[in-house]
């Protein structure tokens, strides 16, 4: 099992940027891929972007391609981080972690654990 803990969520204006942190814990000595989702107020939970184990491959869904970055704390590989710049309001969400055992592909959109998530609030 893993926890997964979201941090850095909050209120900003359109245009701003924010950093999510995601902290995994448990049994973290398996090679993990790790991802962000978002769920919007009336809508489905959506994928944002994923990160394989050692960080060198990412994949983005295209409404954040330009926008946002994943990356992996270089020393800790069981942290995560989520660079949202030029925010919309539209990306109003609560942002969630996951990861699972690692894969040959990011492709397939499917993880085992999950955080509680964070709120992103973007104003016009």
């Known amino acids: 099992q893993v926890q997964l803990v979201e941090s850095g969520g909050g209120l900003v204006q359109a245009g701003a940027s924010l950093r999510l942190s995601c902290a995994a814990s448990?049994?973290?000595?398996?090679?993990?891929?790790m991802a962000w989702f978002r769920r919007g107020p009336g809508k489905a939970r959506e994928f944002v972007g994923a990160?394989?184990?050692?960080?060198?491959?990412?994949?983005y869904s295209d409404f954040v391609k330009g926008r946002f970055a994943i990356s992996r704390d270089n020393t800790n590989k069981n942290t995560m981080f989520l660079q949202m710049n030029s925010l919309k309001p539209e990306d109003t969400a609560v942002y969630y972690c996951a990861a699972r055992v690692a894969r040959r592909s990011l492709l397939i959109h499917e993880y085992d654990f999950w955080g509680q998530g964070t709120q992103v609030t973007v104003s016009s």
């Open positions: 990160i394989s184990w050692g960080g060198g491959v990412t994949d």
């Open positions: 448990g049994h973290t000595s398996t090679a993990y891929d």
